[in-house]
């Protein structure tokens, strides 16, 4: 990689938005899991919550392991059954 290239790449992740509207500095201490939680809704309450955190996909389920937010309870839900947010 040239030194252009770097500086292009190094520009291109500064331009990049923080999803989670954190400073640099905050953003660098979360691990690689809590950079890739994405959350999502359920379609159907389960027990009175909808708001869930995606944290695996099982393909020999075909079921996505989500952790329901407010409880920490963990739960297998179909694609079919969230939308991301």
Known sequence: MTTEESF??????????????????????????????RSATLNEPYQGYTNIILVEYWPTMYKWEVEICGSGKHIYVYEDEFTLD
């Open 8 to 37: 292009a790449v190094l520009k291109a992740v500064k331009a990049e938005k923080n999803p989670y509207d954190f400073t640099p500095e905050e953003w660098r201490t979360f691990s690689d899991e809590q950079k890739d939680a």
